[in-house]
């Protein structure tokens, strides 16, 4: 009967330690997918590439070169081609209060 406990603890020692093991590799993947902290929460320098991955302004989630927010003189071209709503102050493209499905997408990196 000793025989047998003795038997039992070690397998039980045997699965935990594989279970252990198990999730220990798992980790790097899922700290790959983390963004970092200092991306998308800045605005873009005055001297970035319109439509590149540089030119996004963190605080509003939309490109920099296009954010009326930031650049108020921005706000008549988007008011002459009537892309613009005069409640929020935001143009229509850009209005997430209007459209909240509305998806801006960033450039990828190149
Ligand atoms: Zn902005
Ligand atoms: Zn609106």
Same mark, same amino acid.
């Given at each position: 009967?000793?025989?047998? +406990?003795?038997?039992? +603890? %070690?397998? %039980?020692?045997?699965?935990?330690? *594989? /279970?252990?093991?198990?999730? !220990?590799?798992?980790?790097?993947? *899922?700290? &790959? !997918?983390?963004?970092?902290?200092? =991306?998308?929460?800045?605005?873009?320098?005055?001297?970035?590439?319109?439509?590149?991955? =540089?030119?996004? /302004?963190?605080?509003?989630?939309?490109?920099?070169?296009? #954010?009326?927010? /930031?650049?108020?003189? %921005?706000?008549?071209?988007?008011?002459?081609?009537?892309?613009? #709503?005069?409640?929020?102050? %935001?143009?229509?493209?850009?209005?997430?209060?209007?459209?909240?499905?509305?998806? +801006? =997408? &960033?450039?990828?990196?190149?």
């Amino acid at each position: 009967m000793k025989t047998f +406990i003795t038997t039992s +603890i %070690l397998a %039980l020692f045997f699965v935990l330690g *594989a /279970c252990s093991k198990g999730t !220990e590799k798992d980790k790097p993947a *899922a700290t &790959r !997918e983390t963004p970092t902290k200092t =991306e998308g929460a800045g605005h873009a320098a005055k001297d970035v590439v319109p439509g590149s991955h =540089e030119d996004w /302004c963190g605080e509003h989630q939309v490109p920099e070169s296009q #954010c009326t927010q /930031c650049d108020p003189k %921005l706000a008549a071209a988007f008011k002459a081609t009537g892309d613009w #709503c005069e409640e929020h102050g %935001l143009p229509t493209s850009h209005d997430r209060k209007h459209n909240p499905d509305l998806k +801006i =997408e &960033r450039p990828a990196k190149k």
